[in-house]
């Protein structure tokens, strides 16, 4: 079986960052704290802290590509279009951030796949729309069902919020690229995905 993972990247090393994994069938979500924790010692902890979990497939919250600057809209990717996605420049130290981590990790395990995701895209099909659902307990706790019910992903208790959540929702779209349940809105060699 493959190991999946999916992070909601932080912009900042000591950021809201949460990773979760899907190995052997078992979910793991590692929330900002115990991610914090477990990478805050150096720079490259975090990276380090990656590599031990010998991903297959990761997905990431966070620009790994830049708009082609020689284009009318150059501030946006197809995929920021096709999603309602923010710019990576207007993410700055976000996309600086995951470019480096993008980078790092490659340098050592080249094999590992990655592609972008959008927890709001996750969202969007579990609930049909993603209006609200970061501010909304209820909206949270129906999510967790969801992935629950479709996925048949035992989650923690309580059910993961916030940042952690949607590490769970990146995961989410990591197992539907996995599967071949996703469409590309990419225009380089890391796919930018929307599950279907």
């Not at 190991?3 to 052997?24: E, M, N, P, Q, Y």
């Not at 340098?107 to 927890?119: I, L, M, N, Q």
């Not at 989410?172 to 995905?193: K, L, M, N, Q």
């Amino acid at each position: 079986m493959a190991t999946l993972v999916g992070i909601d990247l932080g912009g900042r090393t000591t950021g809201r960052t949460a990773v979760s994994v899907l190995k052997g069938g078992q979910l793991s979500v590692y929330g900002t704290a115990e991610v914090h924790a477990r990478s805050a010692d150096h720079p490259n902890a975090f990276t380090d802290f990656l590599l031990e979990l010998e991903a297959d497939v990761i997905g990431v919250d966070a620009p790994l590509s830049l708009p082609d600057v020689t284009q009318a809209d150059y501030l946006r990717r197809p995929g920021d279009r096709a999603l309602g996605a923010l710019s990576p420049f207007t993410l700055g130290e976000l996309t600086a951030r995951a470019l480096h981590l993008h980078h790092a990790y490659r340098s050592v395990r080249p094999h590992t796949a990655w592609v972008e995701v959008y927890p709001k895209t996750v969202a969007g099909l579990l609930l049909g729309s993603a209006r609200g659902y970061k501010r909304s307990a209820a909206l949270q706790q129906t999510l967790a069902e969801g992935i629950i019910e479709r996925y048949g992903w035992a989650l923690p208790r309580p059910y993961p919020t916030d940042d952690a959540l949607d590490s769970v929702l990146a995961l989410v779209a990591v197992w539907h690229y996995h599967t071949g349940a996703y469409r590309d809105h990419s225009t380089t060699e890391v796919p930018f995905i929307e599950p279907i």
